[in-house]
């Protein structure tokens, strides 16, 4: 783990702890694992989001108007 023996990760721990406390350390944990599913999940789906909206745009602009479609470049600039 990036060089990391045992006795660093024990001290690494043993000042996590004093400064965050016992008490809670649980609730750091489950907020950071939370952080790293949600980016993960953010990660994977950004491609496709950004698929579906790039469709979904490109179809509400082909049935605009052309006075609509100014306004959504003009928007969209």
């Given amino acids: 783990m990036a060089g990391l ?3 660093e990760l024990v001290i690494v ?3 996590i702890m004093i400064i965050f406390g016992a008490g809670k350390l649980p609730e750091v944990a489950k907020s ?3 952080g790293v599913k949600e980016f993960k999940r953010e990660s ?3 491609t496709d989001s950004l698929a579906a909206a790039s469709a979904t745009q490109s179809d509400s602009f082909d049935s605009a108007p052309s ?5 959504v470049r003009a928007d969209e600039i």
């Fill in 5 to 7: 023996g045992w006795q």
């Fill in 67 to 71: 006075a609509e479609r100014a306004k």
């Fill in 13 to 15: 721990l043993v000042i």
């Fill in 32 to 34: 950071l694992g939370q």
């Fill in 44 to 46: 994977t789906g950004a």
